[in-house]
T-cell receptor, first 112, second 115 residues
Framework: KQEVTQIPAALSVPEGENLVLNCSFTDSAIYNLQWFRQDPGKGLTSLLL?????REQTSGRLNASLDKSSGRSTLYIAASQPGDSATYLCAVLKTSYDKVIFGPGTSLSVIP | GAVVSQHPSWVICKSGTSVKIECRSL??????MFWYRQFPKQSLMLMATSNEGSKATYEQGVEKDKFLINHASLTLSTLTVTSAHPEDSSFYIC???????????FGPGTRLTVT
């Protein structure tokens, strides 16, 4: 059974800092891994999708890496801004027709 | 990117009544739709998977007679919470996929409050 964990559960940093969010999954046989952002009371915003054959994806100040063999992914946020404050969820898909398994999320607070 | 809408975005209903939530794929045909539930300060948990024209597959512990899912067309799936109780109050999110490993696109969610 696939389990997804995220460390840390919460993080508070001053504006401008670079930071790393971690995601681990127990079954390395995944189809893809996706990072989402969720603002309080809101839905999900897809940030980055990494296919199983890829090692990383970049979008603006965000960079996500994937190491399938070790069951890990990291989300790197450069030059953090107060607007980055949100909960970040990682999610894995086992097969193309399967359900997405979500991690518990990391709550990020960027202090001005 | 593909757009998935949900209606309503929020709803308040009285205990014992039923409420229907719609999930629509606006610019693609969704062969598969997923319904998730999120309780406060928890992550999303899959409730059921529905394929167009077929009965939904429910996750263990989800009452199929309470949470009725219909996926009658390639662009619409509905979730009906029957005889709602306060413990059903939650954030419900759907996602849609055109299948074949394509990305799942998530709706904006529906916040249900049962009083």
């Amino acid at each position: 059974k696939q389990e997804v964990t995220q460390i840390p559960a919460a993080l508070s940093v001053p504006e401008g800092e670079n930071l790393v969010l971690n995601c681990s999954f127990t079954d390395s046989a995944i189809y893809n891994l996706q990072w989402f952002r969720q603002d309080p009371g809101k839905g999900l915003t897809s940030l980055l999708l990494i296919q199983s054959s890829q090692r990383e994806q970049t979008s603006g100040r965000l960079n996500a890496s994937l190491d399938k063999s070790s069951g890990r992914s990291t989300l790197y946020i450069a030059a953090s801004q107060p607007g980055d404050s949100a909960t970040y969820l990682c999610a894995v898909l086992k097969t193309s027709y399967d359900k997405v398994i979500f991690g518990p999320g990391t709550s990020l607070s960027v202090i001005p | 990117g593909a757009v998935v809408s949900q209606h309503p975005s929020w709803v308040i209903c009285k205990s014992g009544t039923s409420v229907k939530i719609e999930c629509r794929s606006l610019d693609f045909q969704a062969t598969t739709m997923f319904w998730y539930r999120q309780f406060p300060k928890q992550s999303l948990m899959l409730m059921a998977t529905s394929n167009e024209g077929s009965k939904a597959t429910y996750e263990q512990g989800v009452e199929k007679d309470k949470f009725l899912i219909n996926h009658a067309s390639l662009t619409l799936s509905t979730l009906t919470v029957t005889s709602a109780h306060p413990e059903d109050s939650s954030f419900y999110i759907c996602s849609a996929s055109s299948g074949g490993g394509y990305e799942q696109y998530f709706g904006p969610g529906t916040r249900l409050t049962v009083t």
